[in-house]
């Protein structure tokens, strides 16, 4: 079954420190992924995605085959990355593509 | 205008109302997504439309009826709902329902069952 894994729910880090949010799946095939965010009241939006290998707000993630991850990055942490980050998959089904979620990480940025 | 828009942003229902929920986008996608989210909770799938035409529905009560009137509408028309599917209803769009396309989320609905 098509899985995604974020393992820690919570994630708290100091101002200026490298964050690295963890993401694992599981995919028969070759995935897509992507980093969803949502700033506190704000609508979910698309922070990444693995295909096309950019870097948006300094974050980047990498996707690892091997070990089935797709971990993101950011080497100094600013206050306002404080937010819910999600991992998601694109699963096709029925000729359509679906989002597989992870549960999603809180990561806060303290001063 | 790049931005998905769904009315209303809160709605409070009793058990035996019917309502409906509106979902509207003008960037040209031609597919179309309903979620459901919990609090605390990442978002379900709940219908795919590509084209118009329904594609994926994620055995969802009957009480649940979705709607493509258009390639800029969805609805999700509701009736007779449970307590439990009080939560927060996301509608999204893609450029297609394929090949990986990033999905626009809009604010969703508050959906609160009395």
């Known amino acids: 079954a098509q899985r995604v894994t974020q393992p820690e729910k919570l994630l708290s880090v100091f101002k200026g420190a490298p964050v690295e949010l963890k993401c694992n799946y599981s995919?028969?095939?070759?995935?897509?992924l992507f980093w969803y965010v949502q700033y506190s009241r704000q609508r979910l939006q698309l922070l990444l995605r693995h295909i096309s290998r950019e870097s948006i707000k300094g974050f980047t993630a990498d996707l690892n085959k091997g070990e089935t991850s797709f971990h993101l990055k950011k080497p100094f942490a600013q206050e306002e990355d404080s937010a819910m980050y999600y991992c998601a998959l694109s699963n096709r089904q029925g000729g359509s593509e679906k989002l597989v979620f992870g549960k999603g990480t809180k990561l806060t940025v303290n001063p | 205008d790049t931005e998905v828009t769904q009315t209303p942003k809160h709605l409070v229902m009793g058990m035996t109302n019917k309502k409906s929920l509106k979902c509207e986008q003008h960037m040209g996608h031609r597919a179309m997504y309903w979620y459901k989210q919990k609090a605390k909770k990442p978002p379900e799938l709940m219908f795919v439309y590509s084209y118009e035409k329904l594609s994926i529905n994620e055995s969802v009560p009957s009480r649940f009826s979705p709607e493509c009137p258009n390639s800029s509408l969805l609805n999700l028309h509701l009736h007779a709902l449970q307590p439990e599917d009080s939560a927060l209803y996301l509608c999204?769009?893609?450029?297609?329902?394929?090949?990986?396309?990033?999905?626009?989320f809009g604010d969703g609905t508050r959906l609160s069952i009395l």
């Open positions: 995919y028969s095939g070759s995935p897509e």
């Open positions: 999204a769009s893609s450029l297609k329902a394929s090949e990986g396309q990033p999905q626009h």
